[in-house]
């Protein structure tokens, strides 16, 4: 079974800084990640996905998740952020011949914007 | 109409009353969801159909009453709710398949209900 684990519950920034959202996820099989945002007053939507390859995986928006499998780690980053980033990121895992009903979402990290 | 589709956006019921939401998928996809979102919670699955079939189900109070009657529908029938079923209700859409796992969700905009 595979669990994931967001770290901060919230992050505040001031506008134009970089952030980084932490994901941790534990699996006893080889994995697949996302991360979804979700604005106010909407659903979730994709942001990035990690499947195979290349470790740096590059998303909508200006996003970038990097892949770390001996740290067991999908950390979301981008260099500099804006107010409509304002939003709840969640980070999710799956594992490969699993249903997508099986995919696990984490708790979600709260970022908030400050100008 | 693009995307998964939710209607009300937005309602307020008795705890007596019946209500249903209704949920539409645009994407051509053979699996639906219904999640619970509440404040300082975690996403909750509650019921997952694939192909029209209910494939999962979890100890959702039988007061939700879920029905599939085609692969773009999805209802979420609901009867003598408590106050503590106040949250916004997702419907999510995927494509699944027996080698899945890397096919994402597609989520709705959600229900916002309020159970007074």
């Known amino acids: 079974a595979q669990s994931v684990t967001q770290l901060d519950s919230q992050v505040p920034v001031f506008e134009e800084a970089p952030v980084e959202l932490r994901c941790n996820y534990s699996s006893s099989v080889s994995v697949y990640l996302f991360w979804y945002v979700q604005y106010p007053n909407q659903g979730l939507q994709l942001l990035l996905k990690y499947l195979s390859g290349s470790t740096l995986v590059k998303g909508i928006n200006g996003f970038e998740a990097e892949f770390n499998k001996s740290q067991t780690s999908f950390h979301l980053r981008k260099p500099s952020v804006h107010i409509s980033d304002t939003a709840e990121y969640f980070c999710a895992v799956s594992a490969p011949y699993s249903s997508a009903s099986k995919i696990i979402f984490g708790s979600g990290t709260r970022l908030s914007i400050r100008p | 109409e693009t995307g998964v589709t939710q209607t009300p956006r937005h309602l307020v019921m008795g705890m007596t009353n019946k209500k249903s939401l209704k949920c539409e998928q645009h994407l051509g996809h053979n699996a639906m969801y219904w999640y619970k979102q509440s404040a300082k919670k975690p996403l909750e699955l509650m019921f997952v159909?694939?192909?029209?079939?209910?494939?999962e189900n979890n100890s959702v109070p039988s007061r939700f009453s879920p029905e599939c009657p085609n692969s773009s529908h999805l209802f979420l029938h609901l009867h003598t709710l408590q106050p503590e079923d106040s949250a916004l209700y997702l419907c999510a859409s995927s494509q699944d398949s027996l080698a899945g796992g890397y096919n994402e969700q597609f989520f709705g905009p959600g229900t916002r209900l309020t159970v007074l």
């Open positions: 159909y694939s192909l029209e079939e209910r494939v």
